[in-house]
Each structure stands twice: as structure tokens, then as C-alpha cells.
């Protein structure tokens, strides 16, 4: 549904190494070396995602007869942040990056008569905050494999869930923490370190503000946020 941005961003990177590829075959390992020197650096992140929930019904949704089905939608965003890392010996890092999100997402809903299907959308800006473990292979040529896994806590600064006129709408919880994990690549330029990553995330806790006057509300019983985000950073 969503190919086409990824494949965008995929092309790019493709195109920001193939740049300089020939010279660092031939060069081996010295532009790692000039950073494997430093104990800490920073940088900027650059995004893509998507995002959805995953929906338990509940018992109410078998006894109701106006809804008859409910589904979550998967919806597109960016993300915008900053990376910081700190090493922990040759091949552990320790890494936090602060991030905006921009997120849609949609819970469509089906009516048991001859009504259309409708859905109730949500968008949010998130105030993102991961902390990362990263392990890295060894490096060849100036590029090496890694994998991440780790936290993040997220607070919606445009949730509507205390907004008067959002009174007969599905609410969420502006506030959520996930579990992470991914894997990329690392190439190491004279100047900066590129790496194009991709990321999982589920939420841990049930963000649903339960409303048991709301129809649309009281069919569902946990509601938990997913996001697969594929990043570029740029490090030095």
C-alpha cells in the first residue's frame, strides 16, 4: 500500500553509496578507523513510516448488532530526530534519539445494515524518546551489519482524548511505551557515517480510553499501537 515512499528512500541510499563505492572498495577500512577513535558522536534521523494498531474486540462486539466489523488501517508518516551515541566498547553502543513523528492511523468500522463502512481516523505528532542497544559486526571495507533493540516512550502532543468535540469519537491514550528492534547497515564516509536502518515497534500497554456509552468504543477491549519505520541517519 505504502511501496512506493520506501522505495524512494531505498533508492536514495542506494544512490549516496554507489557515489563514492568504487573508491571505498579499494580503500579498505580507514575511514572506520578515523571514527572508531571517537568515544561518542551525533547526527540526524530521517524517516518513513507506518503505522497501525492491533485490535482485541470485545465481548460486546459478538452481542452488538449495529457493528459488525472493526479493523485498524494501517496510515503513512515521517519522522524528523536527532541521533546521539555513546560507545561501549568495540562492538556495544548505547543510543538515544529524540524524535518528532508524524502518524495516521484508522480504525474502520462495518455496520451490521446497509450503512457504508466508516472509520475513525487519527493523527498524531509524537515527542519520541528511544534508547537503544546496538551490536555491530565486524567492519569490511568501511561498512559493517548492526542490530538494535530497546525502548521507547512517545507522547502525542495533537491527541484530541480531552477535546470537547472529540466526545463522540474513539479515544486514545496520548501517552505509550514500546518495545523496539531492527537491524542496518553502517558506511563510513570521510566525513560522516551513513546508515540506512529498518524498526519495529509495539506498544506495551493498552492505549484505549474505554467509553461504555460509546458504540464504536465499547466493542473494542485493548487496543495496542505498531510501527514499522525505515530511517536514514546521518552521523560524524
Known amino acids: ?93 548505547l543510543r538515544f534519539l529524540p524524535t518528532l513523528s508524524f502518524a495516521e492511523r484508522r480504525i474502520e468500522y462495518g455496520a451490521a445494515t446497509n450503512k457504508a463502512p466508516y472509520a475513525r481516523r487519527i493523527e498524531s505528532v509524537f515527542v519520541e524518546m528511544p534508547f537503544h542497544m546496538r551490536y555491530k559486526s565486524e567492519p569490511y571495507r568501511d561498512m559493517r551489519m548492526f542490530v538494535i533493540a530497546g525502548v521507547k516512550y512517545s507522547f502525542d502532543v495533537a491527541s484530541d482524548s480531552r477535546a470537547r468535540q472529540a466526545e463522540n469519537l474513539v479515544k486514545v491514550a496520548p501517552t505509550d511505551f514500546a ?37 464504536e468504543a465499547s466493542v473494542l477491549e485493548k487496543v495496542l499501537s505498531r510501527t514499522f519505520t525505515l530511517s536514514l541517519h546521518f552521523e560524524g
Not at 577500512?29 to 571514527?35: E, P, W
Not at 485490535?55 to 452488538?64: G, V, Y
Not at 546508515?195 to 460509546?214: C, Q, R
Open 1 to 93: 500500500m505504502h511501496i512506493r515512499p520506501i522505495l524512494h528512500l531505498i533508492t536514495l541510499a542506494w544512490l549516496c553509496v554507489a557515489a563514492t563505492g568504487t573508491a571505498q572498495t579499494a580503500r579498505g577500512n580507514y575511514n572506520f578507523l578515523d571514527f572508531q577513535q571517537k568515544p561518542y558522536y551525533f547526527g540526524i534521523t530521517l524517516g518513513y513510516n507506518t503505522s497501525d494498531y492491533k485490535i482485541a474486540r470485545s465481548r460486546n462486539f459478538i452481542q452488538n448488532d449495529t457493528i459488525q466489523l472493526v479493523q485498524s488501517v494501517t496510515g503513512p508518516g515521517f519522522n524528523l530526530g536527532i541521533v546521539t551515541n555513546l560507545k561501549l566498547g568495540r562492538y556495544f553502543d
Open 179 to 215: 518495545v523496539e528492534i531492527g537491524g542496518g547497515v553502517q558506511f563510513f564516509f570521510p566525513f560522516f557515517i551513513f546508515s540506512p536502518e529498518i524498526k519495529f515497534s509495539h506498544g506495551l500497554g493498552n492505549i484505549l480510553i474505554f467509553d461504555p456509552e460509546l458504540p
